[in-house]
């Protein structure tokens, strides 16, 4: 009997463990996508795995009751309805955008991997949402966007200021070659 309850009990702190785990992973991440991996075989998902590792995410399965103990203190509790069926978190540590285009193109060459929804910097997105964030541009190509909208009006600037100088440059030029020909 004594055995049976050192057993359990090493049984619950393993668990409390990987709970642990889960929660700093949810609590680390920009985003924690959901997805139904049903059907994907080891290759596929060893394949998976290692594309989502080169964006800066990681695909982790856990069961659902740990999924449910793990995020009950934090924002995915919001979307406890996403926690039916076979379900693996992929977390996003570095670019959402970049980690969900990495799943809807995978998704689309491998039709078992569905989408169910997640959470991005604290907002719940069901699978449409996902869908539309991966067709955001990169936050490089954001970011390059807007550093060229407020660098504009500066460039226009110079180029201003620099139209006078090479004017009278011109006209100098001109003088010159003038004179070079009376000589």
């Given at each position: 009997m004594a055995e049976m309850v050192e057993t359990?009990?090493?049984?619950?702190?393993?668990?409390?463990?990987?709970?642990?785990?889960?929660?700093?992973?949810?609590?680390?991440?920009?985003?924690?996508?959901?997805?139904?991996?049903?059907?994907?075989?080891?290759?596929?998902?060893?394949?998976?795995?290692?594309?989502?590792?080169?964006?800066?995410?990681?695909?982790?399965?856990?069961?659902?009751?740990?999924?449910?103990?793990?995020?009950?203190?934090?924002?995915?509790?919001?979307?406890?309805d996403l926690f039916r069926g076979p379900t693996a978190f992929v977390f996003g540590y570095k670019d959402p955008v970049e980690t969900a285009k990495v799943l809807v193109k995978f998704a689309k060459e491998a039709e078992q991997l569905k989408l169910k929804g997640g959470l991005v910097e604290g907002r719940v997105y069901d699978a449409e949402g996902m869908d539309a964030l991966s067709r955001l541009p990169s936050r490089e190509v954001l970011l390059a966007t807007l550093l060229a909208t407020f660098n504009a009006p500066i460039a226009g600037f110079v180029n201003v200021l620099a139209a006078n100088l090479r004017g009278l440059v011109t006209v100098l030029n001109a003088i010159k070659d003038e004179k070079e020909k009376e000589a």
């Open positions: 359990r009990r090493r049984t619950l702190a393993r668990k409390q463990v990987l709970v642990d785990g889960i929660r700093e992973k949810l609590e680390a991440s920009q985003a924690v996508i959901l997805v139904d991996y049903c059907g994907l075989t080891a290759e596929q998902m060893s394949n998976l795995r290692r594309k989502l590792k080169e964006k800066g995410s990681e695909l982790k399965v856990v069961k659902n009751t740990l999924a449910l103990r793990a995020s009950e203190a934090t924002a995915l509790a919001q979307a406890l």
